[in-house]
């Protein structure tokens, strides 16, 4: 007697659970992840072969743009709890007789790098239009008379005993303008810095290698 023969099936695999799980992986890292915010000007740092990285946090940066301006920044820390910028912000308004709100206050503590003389600050901090706020980001003042920059430094090692300094310089600025910030750091007790770079790539040929 013949056997009987069932029909042949193809495979078939249920994409529907898969389906539910990218769309749950797309949903937690767009609610998750946070951009990084531009920064005051656009530097273009020179190449180094140093594979050193700085800290992702606990750390406060001065930008040098190729014209020479100079711009601050500095992190909330690993813990963003802490709210050093807010802190920071407060501490320079008692400095310059300037009063902060706590909605000021909260909202320096989200925003980026900055560089503009201290009576521009609330302006900057209450502006809706990005446009308005880059053209108030006209630089900090290093000069002898009222050296802002200096008074930045001295109070966000105040407010952040750990944090880490670190100079990001355009590959064109002028030497001068690096040294001046150097030496202002230098005499803010602050001689240890990292210099940010960009990773220079080197080829090894064969007659590179040593014998």
Same mark, same amino acid.
């Given at each position: ?19 539910? #799980?990218?769309? #749950?992986? #797309? ?6 992840? &946070? ?5 005051? !000007? ?13 800290? %992702?946090?606990?750390?406060?940066? /001065?930008?040098?743009?190729? *014209? @020479?301006? /100079?711009?601050?920044n500095i992190?909330?820390?690993? $813990? ?6 807010? =802190?920071?912000? +407060?501490?320079?308004?008692? +400095?310059? =007789? ?7 206050? $909260? =909202?320096?503590?989200?925003?980026? &790098? ?13 502006? !809706? ?6 053209k108030l ?6 000069? &002898?008379? %009222? ?17 880490? /300094? !670190?100079?990001? @310089? *355009?590959?064109?600025? %002028? ?10 750091l230098q005499?803010?007790? /602050? ?11 080197? $080829?090894?040929?064969?007659? %590179?290698?040593?014998?």
């Open positions: 007697m013949p056997k009987i023969k069932h029909p042949a099936r193809s495979p078939h695999i249920d994409m529907t659970p898969m389906v539910d #799980l990218f769309s #749950l992986l #797309l949903t937690f890292f767009m609610l998750t992840t &946070s951009f990084r915010p531009q920064e005051a !000007a656009p530097i273009e740092t020179p190449s180094s072969v140093s594979e050193k990285q700085a800290p %992702d946090n606990d750390i406060m940066t /001065v930008y040098l743009s190729k *014209d @020479g301006k /100079v711009f601050f992190d909330n820390g690993k $813990d963003t709890s802490t709210h050093f910028r807010s =802190k920071l912000v +407060q501490k320079m308004g008692e +400095q310059y =007789k300037i009063t902060f709100t706590p909605q000021e206050l $909260d =909202k320096f503590g989200k925003l980026s &790098s900055f560089g503009m003389p201290i009576k521009d600050l609330k302006a900057w901090i209450r502006a !809706a239009d990005p446009k308005d706020r880059d980001q006209t630089g900090i003042p290093t000069d &002898s008379t %009222d050296n802002q920059f200096a008074w930045w430094i001295r109070m966000a090692r105040l407010t952040n005993l750990q944090a880490e /300094v !670190a100079i990001k @310089g *355009d590959a064109e600025t %002028d030497y001068t303008v690096v040294k001046k910030i150097m030496d202002l005499d803010n007790k /602050v001689n240890k810095f990292n210099l940010v770079t960009n990773l220079q790539k080197e $080829d090894i040929g064969l007659k %590179d290698v040593p014998k």
